[in-house]
């Protein structure tokens, strides 16, 4: 996905892409099944280019309790910044090099990543998701099984324990 840059004048413009995840090279398909949608404040200055990049998606997964599938929103807020000042980059490695004839950036990779990181490390349906019953397997957020009274939950044990010793 390339963004023309050489028409852009001095100042801030405000560019709207809304393409499917294909283009920016996530190959993952059954995850972003939605279009992406990206939006970049450029501010074209002499010899640089600040951007903000804002990224936002659904993307579906699987819930890591119950394993049903499920849609989230995915968002991300970067900033990158291009300058053809070389004495710049030397001294800030997270500066991108920018050609004096540069007609176009490509923003694939920076919107990949981005999304990648958006990514959830705990996946789940609802925060309050049951769960799938580890006796007879069924999925708790939608019906209940007869294993369910007998389950408790093991921080529960020590008390348990202690009532069962005042009992005796
Ligand atoms: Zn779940
Ligand atoms: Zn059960």
């Not at 890591?64 to 980059?89: F, H, M, N, P, W």
């Not at 799938?132 to 009274?149: A, D, E, F, R, V």
């Amino acid at each position: 996905m390339k963004i023309q840059i050489s028409h852009l004048k001095e100042g801030l413009h405000h560019i709207d892409v809304l393409e499917p995840a294909e283009k920016f090279g996530l190959d993952d398909t059954d995850t972003f099944q939605s279009d992406i949608a990206v939006s970049l404040q450029i501010d074209k200055q002499t010899d640089s280019l600040y951007i903000r990049q804002l990224v936002k998606t659904k993307a579906k997964f699987a819930c890591d309790r119950c394993a049903e599938g499920y849609t989230t929103e995915l968002k991300s807020d970067d900033r990158i910044v291009y300058t053809s000042d070389l004495e710049l980059i030397k001294y800030d490695d997270s500066l991108r090099p920018l050609a004096k004839d540069q007609t176009e950036i490509d923003i694939s990779e920076d919107v990949r990543e981005a999304l990648l990181l958006a990514v959830p490390v705990k996946k789940l349906c609802d925060e309050k998701c049951k769960g799938i019953c580890p006796q007879c397997g069924t999925n708790l957020n939608k019906s209940t099984c007869n294993c369910t009274q007998t389950r408790m939950d093991p921080r529960w044990e020590t008390l348990k324990k202690l009532y069962q010793k005042e009992e005796k």
